[in-house]
């Protein structure tokens, strides 16, 4: 390159001189790529962050809802935009249950799409927070609209400044919303008589104190219960000797007080005591049944089990619908699912807590995908889930059994409960077990939510949740409480949702309850997380000792199973192949040649050809060889549906209802003429190497005796032959011997049995005389019409 600039010609010097500033463009646009992020994505917030994302299509339904609304303008080039984004998805979170209130929006300005909104607005600088009133008619504008002049960076304050503007829009009240005003003694005293509800909350605290306001829009959508704040000017305070502040009492419809015990006097100390009272639900929520006498919709047995334990039971139960259900669906594995695979059973192979059999297994199937190639089908890997080649003490229980995971109705919880105690399970093993990688099975999770978890919307949201922060955990402990957090903010965005259980809330997990020690407060008397206390609850509550296995089934009696199972598909399948080979015979067997018919072990089959002309005969010998089909089988089988015989008109599988006591006479004794006949046949056939002199041959002659009405054996004129041939017919007998005689008498069957079809003597007697009469008749009406029509041509006159 040096060389190149140092060139004397101008051309040269151009051409450098290009492509410095092509190469200096590019470094400064990866720059610009990496340092902002695209205008191409979706800006900086996401459904999974409780944020209502405006656009055309439907800012008109947002801001012209009940609700009164906050929405961000921002554009996603903006420095401070970005740096104002995680307070704004936190204050979403903190209020994700105000939502009947107050929503949280935002809208990029920089995507041209949303250029006319923001115009509209007169929104000149970013970001820009603008509050707009609630209103159920007319729609929203500008004028409306309260512009936030500061924009702290802390949620808690934000959440304070949105408690004050609702508190001001008097004439625009939210229609769902409580008051939020302080009550006063006497509202007190006849509260129960204008309010239908088993329990009235009262927070005391001091003027300048939101966790009442907050407490009361925290319990915005639960039925049997309201919440009011009480000054600690009121008189009574000193009626109830309240003495700390905040404090919060039940107040009952009797008119009795009783203060409520929390760990911690914050805000959602008070919430989730207030949500566990009995009574108290949901809006729109069934009650719950009690666990005692609990009756489900699953059609199962209700299952009594340790709310504080971990089950293997249902650890066991996600991998069966994970392997055998989830992967399943993918007839064929490759790229990234195959990657996703093989990291998840890595993984699982490395830090399961599972019994020995299941262990087996899975270091079966990791060692299977190993040496696989670059595409698996899914029978081959079935056939290592089921065990097909009957490795020993290696197996996976088929079926689920929902224990700690189970629901008071079949569509809820359970698979994907099961799925976050597995991968809270793994994390916590992974560093119990001095994993040094802290990506490790967040990883393998992270994949395989992306390639098979079932519910692709939950996929996504799981998505944008890792692309946002995963790659910021650094330690495995660290990896531990990222899967907690993320946890509880889907617990958080699901609260209230369809699909949340009557019996199992979506609450911010562990509960007070179970881990005092986790919840803290700030000065301000904010809740704040012990994260350190947390890590400790989570390597205790997840540890392999603790898990129980009550409900499982024995391990014998599961390889049992296995076996007997593995026993009944291999007959299955050897039926099945048998079934094939037997279906391949019948439509694939050639006729027999007739050198075939002159070997030994095939004289049976031509004994069976030269009886086969009759009905009877076929009863009695049960012919081998199917005419039409030229089929050969074994003697006494019958196979193939075949078509009816042409010669003789025979319809075999259609037996008569007349049974013809002289057709059976003559049937039986042309069988036995026939069967005779084969025998001297089979004789003579046998004596290959020593010529005996020539006997009378009998050819079977199948006229009809009148006077016996039997078969008749006539012998068969051969003098007119020379004596050579008459040797070789004697060597060839079951060849060409009978050649002519059998087509000869296969004439007069044909003919005989075309006038004997089905009928008896009597029946073809009526046949004739009923052809005479008619053909009488025939003839009087010609007579007649000729007669008639002479009559009248005599009757003509000519004029």
Same mark, same amino acid.
């Given at each position: 390159?040096?060389?190149?600039c140092n060139r004397?010609?101008s *051309?040269?010097?151009h051409e450098?001189?290009i492509c410095s ?7 400064? #646009?990866?720059? /610009? ?7 191409a994505r ?5 459904a999974?962050?409780?944020? @209502?994302l405006l656009?055309q299509?439907n800012?008109?339904?947002v +801001?012209n809802?009940?609700a ?5 303008f921002y ?7 970005h740096? $104002?984004a ?5 204050l979403a ?13 935002a ?15 007169k929104?000149?600088s ?12 007319g ?10 002049s ?5 949620a808690t304050?934000l *959440? %304070?400044?949105?408690?004050?503007l609702?508190e001001?829009s008097?004439?625009? #009240?939210?229609p769902?919303?409580p008051?939020l005003?302080?009550?006063?003694a006497?509202?007190?005293d006849i509260? $129960?008589?204008t ?7 009262l927070?005391f605290e001091?003027?300048?104190?939101y966790?009442?306001?907050?407490v009361?829009?925290?319990? +915005?959508q639960f039925?049997?219960i309201?919440v009011r704040?009480?000054?600690?000017t009121e008189d009574?305070?000193?009626k109830?000797? @309240?003495t700390e502040f ?5 107040y009952? =419809?009797?008119g009795n007080f009783s203060r409520?015990q929390?760990?911690?006097e914050?805000?959602?100390?008070y919430t !989730? ?8 639900m ?6 719950p049944?009690p666990i005692?006498? %609990?009756n489900n919709?699953t059609k199962?047995?209700w299952?009594?089990?340790n ?7 249902d ?5 069966h619908?994970?392997?055998r259900?989830?992967?399943a669906?993918?007839?064929?594995i490759?790229g990234?699912?195959?990657?996703a695979l093989?990291k ?6 490395k830090?399961f807590?599972g019994?020995?059999i299941?262990m087996?297994?899975l270091e ?6 190993d040496?696989a190639?670059?595409v698996?089908?899914?029978?081959a890997?079935r056939?290592i ?5 009957q !490795?020993?003490?290696?197996a996976l229980?088929e079926?689920?059994?929902?224990v ?7 569509n809820?919880?359970?698979? =994907?409960?099961?799925?976050?105690t597995? /991968?809270?399970?793994?994390t916590?093993q ?11 099975v ?8 992306r390639?098979?978890?079932g519910?692709?919307e939950c996929?996504?949201? $799981?998505e944008n ?11 495995v402990?660290?990896a531990?409480?990222?899967l907690w957090?993320?946890h ?7 609260a ?5 259980d009557?019996?199992f809330?979506k609450?911010?997990?562990?509960? =007070? ?11 301000r *008397?904010?809740h ?6 947390v890590?400790s ?6 540890s392999?000792?603790r ?11 599961i390889?049992?199973?296995h076996?007997?199972?593995r026993e009944r598909?291999?007959?299955?399948k050897?039926?099945k192949?048998?079934?094939?080979v037997?279906e391949a015979?019948?439509?694939t ?19 069976d050809?030269? @009886?086969?002309?009759g009905?009877a005969?076929e009863?009695?010998?049960k012919p081998?060889h199917?005419?039409?089909?030229g ?5 006494g089988? #019958?196979?193939?549906?075949g ?5 003789g008109?025979k319809?075999?599988?259609q037996p ?15 069988a ?8 001297r ?9 020593v ?7 009998f050819?079977?002659g199948?006229?009809?005796?009148a006077?016996?009405?039997?078969v008749g054996?006539?012998? @068969?004129d051969?003098? $007119? ?13 079951s ?7 059998i ?5 007069? *069957?044909?003919m005989?049995?075309?006038l004997?079809?089905? /009928?008896?003597?009597?029946?073809i007697?009526l046949?004739?005389? +009923? ?6 008749? +025939?003839?009087g ?10 009559l009248?041509r005599a009757?003509v006159v000519?004029?």
């Amino acid at each position: 390159m040096a060389r190149r600039c140092n060139r004397a010609t101008s *051309r040269s010097n151009h051409e450098i001189q290009i492509c410095s500033s092509k190469v200096a463009t590019s470094a400064v #646009w990866l720059c /610009f790529c990496l340092v902002l992020p695209s205008a191409a994505r979706a800006g900086l917030y996401t459904a999974t962050d409780q944020i @209502v994302l405006l656009g055309q299509e439907n800012v008109d339904s947002v +801001l012209n809802s009940p609700a009164a609304m906050v929405v961000e303008f921002y554009a996603s080039w903006c420095g401070h935009c970005h740096n $104002f984004a995680p307070y704004y998805k936190e204050l979403a979170l903190t209020i994700a249950r105000w939502k009947l209130c107050l929503g949280i929006a935002a809208t990029d300005c920089a995507d041209i799409k949303n250029s006319p909104i923001c115009r509209k607005h007169k929104v000149t600088s970013y970001p820009t927070v603008k509050y707009f009133h609630s209103t159920s008619t007319g729609s929203k504008s500008n004028d409306t609209a309260k512009t936030l002049s500061v924009l702290p960076r802390d949620a808690t304050r934000l *959440r %304070h400044i949105l408690i004050d503007l609702l508190e001001t829009s008097e004439t625009t #009240w939210p229609p769902h919303c409580p008051p939020l005003e302080p009550i006063s003694a006497a509202e007190i005293d006849i509260f $129960f008589e204008t309010n239908n509800v088993l329990y009235l909350a009262l927070i005391f605290e001091e003027s300048e104190s939101y966790i009442g306001r907050e407490v009361t829009l925290d319990m +915005l959508q639960f039925e049997n219960i309201a919440v009011r704040r009480v000054l600690s000017t009121e008189d009574v305070v000193s009626k109830l000797g @309240v003495t700390e502040f905040p404090s919060c009492y039940l107040y009952y =419809p009797g008119g009795n007080f009783s203060r409520l015990q929390v760990h911690l006097e914050a805000r959602d100390f008070y919430t !989730s005591a207030l949500q566990r009272l009995p009574g108290v639900m949901r809006s729109g929520k069934p009650p719950p049944a009690p666990i005692d006498t %609990h009756n489900n919709d699953t059609k199962e047995p209700w299952i009594p089990f340790n709310r504080s334990r971990v089950y293997m039971a249902d650890l066991e139960s996600v991998l069966h619908y994970s392997l055998r259900v989830e992967v399943a669906v993918h007839t064929d594995i490759s790229g990234h699912a195959l990657n996703a695979l093989r990291k998840f059973i890595a993984v699982l192979v490395k830090y399961f807590p599972g019994r020995p059999i299941v262990m087996n297994l899975l270091e079966s199937l990791n060692s299977f995908l190993d040496k696989a190639d670059e595409v698996v089908l899914y029978e081959a890997l079935r056939e290592i889930i089921d065990n097909v080649t009957q !490795s020993p003490d290696s197996a996976l229980p088929e079926g689920v059994r929902w224990v700690g995971c189970q629901s008071s109705q079949p569509n809820l919880r359970r698979y =994907p409960c099961g799925v976050w105690t597995l /991968f809270h399970v793994l994390t916590v093993q992974a560093m119990n077990k001095g994993c040094t990688d802290p990506l490790e099975v967040l990883g393998a999770m992270r994949s395989y939510v992306r390639n098979f978890f079932g519910c692709r919307e939950c996929a996504r949201h $799981f998505e944008n949740m890792a692309r946002e922060s995963l790659m910021n955990v650094n330690t495995v402990s660290g990896a531990v409480l990222w899967l907690w957090s993320r946890h509880n903010r889907v617990n958080n965005r699901l609260a209230g949702d369809l699909t949340e259980d009557p019996d199992f809330p979506k609450i911010q997990w562990p509960s =007070p309850d179970m881990c005092p020690s986790c919840h803290s407060v700030t000065e301000r *008397r904010e809740h704040k997380w012990n994260k350190e206390q947390v890590l400790s609850f989570l390597l205790f509550y997840f540890s392999s000792s603790r898990i129980l296995n009550d409900y499982l089934e024995d391990e014998s009696q599961i390889l049992e199973n296995h076996r007997l199972e593995r026993e009944r598909q291999q007959a299955l399948k050897e039926q099945k192949h048998k079934r094939m080979v037997r279906e391949a015979v019948d439509t694939t067997t050639p006729p027999p040649s007739q050198e075939e018919e002159e070997e030994g072990p095939q004289e049976e089959v031509v004994t069976d050809q030269l @009886v086969g002309g009759g009905e009877a005969a076929e009863m009695e010998a049960k012919p081998t060889h199917q005419a039409k089909t030229g089929i050969v089988v074994g003697r006494g089988q #019958w196979r193939g549906q075949g078509k009816p015989s042409i010669v003789g008109m025979k319809m075999r599988e259609q037996p008569e209802d007349i049974v013809d006591l002289d057709s059976f006479i003559n049937e039986h004794y042309k069988a036995q003429a026939l069967r005779m006949a084969a025998s001297r046949v089979k004789q003579r056939t046998l004596q290959r190497k020593v010529e005996q002199e020539p006997e009378p041959v009998f050819g079977l002659g199948l006229e009809l005796d009148a006077g016996l009405g039997m078969v008749g054996l006539q012998p @068969v004129d051969t003098d $007119f032959e020379p004596e050579q041939k008459k040797r070789i017919r004697k060597r060839d007998l079951s060849g060409q011997y009978f050649e002519e005689e059998i087509k000869l008498n296969h004439r007069r *069957r044909g003919m005989m049995s075309a006038l004997s079809i089905g /009928f008896s003597k009597l029946d073809i007697s009526l046949c004739v005389i +009923l052809y005479f009469l008619s053909c009488m008749c +025939l003839l009087g009406m010609y007579l007649f019409f000729k007669n008639r029509l002479r009559l009248r041509r005599a009757k003509v006159v000519s004029p």
